[in-house]
DNA sequence: AAAACTTTGCAACTCGGTTGCACCTGTTTT
DNA sequence: AAAACAGGTGCAACCGAGTTGCAAAGTTTT
């Protein structure tokens, strides 16, 4: 058991589990944003719907934050620890169309927008494409 | 037939059947985003595929343009008419999470991001989600 | 009018996501 | 300690959006 992830389950009033303390670490080593199909290659032995319900209550408890970055399949990444997932907390994400790879951008929060009056913000989703460092 | 939607198609060198002639019409109709199945439904005879196909071709010639809402299905609206979806003409994307519906910002432009050096940008999806004017 | 090409319709399939249900495990109550 | 309970996990099945191969229908070219 690593007291790091245990500790950061706690602190997120989520039950410990075996599953759920291997997750995290996976998700917590992994540099890029990574999807539910992705995480099933990580784990032979897991099952799709354990993994499935275990990134949702992460999720739900601020964990972890998804992003849609149109790629068809929604990924996850580890949120600061301070995090609420408020539109303060949001960062702005890059997808690289060449090695598919989701990268969190936490230094760059996403902009203010001036919406229309009668139009009110809840959340924002903004995905950078192009070429990452590593690909370019 | 159409003399303005059969133009529109023309001009941007799309061969007007008669069955594009009709998607476009509704397309254009249509004030917000709309969606594969959502067309389906407008088209009760016309075959999935075909829709489909019809929504690629449009978009690759730049007569719509495709936003990822985060609702699971890709929405389509059509472009202003000189648009090329180059990154400066992209605007912002609002989607009610009450009534499940996608507007085109046209006045909003994305912001400019400053990118982490060695990333380059080939293009920008940004969706604000909150409470439309009509839900209010 | 035949040949060549494009569009359409049908059917089948992929893949990510989701759910119902049974089982199992660990905790609380009696 | 046994019984009851709550929550987590695994299996199987399903859904819905998107996609593709192929044959039929429609157009264009020669």
């Given at each position: 058991m690593d007291k790091d992830t245990d500790k950061k389950l706690k602190s997120r009033n989520?039950?410990?589990t075996a599953m759920r303390e291997l997750v995290l670490k996976v998700l917590t080593e992994q540099k890029t944003a990574i999807s539910l199909p992705e995480l099933e290659d990580k784990f032979v032995y897991a099952d799709k719907s354990t993994l499935y319900r275990t990134l949702k209550t992460f999720e739900d408890k601020k964990l972890i934050h998804s992003i849609?970055?149109?790629?068809?399949a929604i990924r996850y990444a580890v949120c600061q620890d301070?995090?609420?997932?408020n539109p303060d907390d949001l960062h702005v994400h890059f997808y690289c169309t060449s090695c598919k790879q989701t990268f969190c951008l936490n230094e760059i929060s996403v902009p203010e927008i001036n919406l229309p009056s009668g139009f009110s913000l809840k959340s924002v989703n903004m995905v950078v494409k192009g070429i990452c460092i590593n690909c370019r």
């Open positions: 989520i039950k410990p849609d970055d149109g790629s068809g301070t995090c609420e997932c």
